[in-house]
């Protein structure tokens, strides 16, 4: 069953970088979206970054400037390269995956734990 796979999530001090990664197991298609989103308990899940199958990159506010996301050739693999961590940033981060084409599928992996404390 095809499935999106996260790694890279841990404890990390204020300052310092982390790198999310995430797999798609499922066929290839030529018009998509993966990224991440994260949540905090009481929270809603909010956008950190995704990007389309052209390579064009979306920021939500609190990764601009300090976040970036990029994937591998093929194209089955997105990273999520967080630099200068806050403890706002400790949260859930979940990769997403959305198609559209012939219909809209959306995809959710299992989340991974990403805690910014000193």
């Known amino acids: 069953q095809a499935q999106l796979v996260e790694s890279g999530g841990g404890l990390v001090q204020p300052g310092e970088s982390l790198r999310l990664s995430c797999t798609w197991s499922?066929?290839?298609?030529?018009?998509?979206?993966m990224g991440w989103y994260r949540q905090v308990p009481g929270n809603q899940r909010e956008l950190v970054a995704d990007?389309?199958?052209?390579?064009?990159?979306n920021y939500g506010d609190s990764a601009k400037g300090r976040f970036t996301i990029s994937r591998e050739n093929g194209k089955s693999t997105v990273h999520l390269q967080m630099n200068n961590l806050t403890p706002e940033d400790t949260a859930v981060y979940f990769c997403?995956?959305?198609?559209?084409?012939?219909?809209?599928?959306?995809?959710w992996g299992q989340g991974t734990q990403v805690t910014v404390s000193s």
């Open positions: 997403n995956r959305v198609t559209t084409i012939p219909v809209r599928r959306e995809f």
């Open positions: 499922g066929p290839s298609q030529h018009f998509y979206t």
């Open positions: 990007i389309f199958s052209d390579g064009t990159g």
